[in-house]
């Protein structure tokens, strides 16, 4: 009974750890016990808006657009300031837009002397290649008397080689004006012109052909040497000049300087080979 009561008899193994009971096959086994909740307030987080769009206040109509405007299938218009400013494009001051329809060739021709800015100005974007041509061509048949050596020369021969002489120098005009017009408008256009090739051609073919008119039909009678017909060559160099100054001007958008200079290969060249005869 001692050993009993002293506890001899029972099981003296050390007692064995309790391990969770293992479900039977084709059962889930149970959770394991979750891990004690900690109590600490955690600071509530606000909900993130769709598509990443900001959080708004105050009018919901205004929400209700932004929200609208990111959607796929809506655009939102929106502007991007330039510091440096809007670009505007460079102008000496005249106006780009030509002035008015084109004039026919009578009034072209009398507005060349008579209104010549506001032809000049009218006319800026306006091709003149037939009067141009035409004129010119009727001033070259007509210039080679107007010197004497080439005059005497042209009577002289006969018909069978006048005709071809006369034709080919009239030719010779047109070329060279095409040439010197060319180089008139290249060079207004290296000093900061804006205007088209074919007006500024064809009008400075116009005015050489018209300004030397006067000195021309003098020196058909008089002949070229004539010191009244050197006198007016001068007087008519002198208005091309302030013709080709005014055309460039007008055409080309530039001051009266810079116009002046464009022009002055092409009154250099008429100096030398028109008005004062030596061709």
Known sequence: MAGFRNGRGRDNRPPQQHRPQQAPYGYNAAPPPYPQQQ????????PQQPYGEPEYFGDPQHHQNAVAANNPGHTQMFSVDDPYGRPETYHSGAPAAPAGPRLPWKALLSGIVLRPADTFL???????WGPALVVTFLYGLLAIFGFDQAREEAINATLSTAIPYVLMTALGFVLGGLILGAVTHTLARQLGGDGSWQPTVGLSMLIMSVTDAPRLVLALFLGGENGLVQVVGWLTWLAAGA?????????????WPKALGASAIQLVALLSLIKLGTL
């Open 39 to 46: 109590w600490q307030q955690q600071p509530q987080q606000q």
């Open 122 to 128: 009218r006319m800026r974007d306006h091709a003149v």
């Open 243 to 255: 013709l080709f100054t005014a055309m460039v001007s007008r055409s080309h958008d530039l001051p």
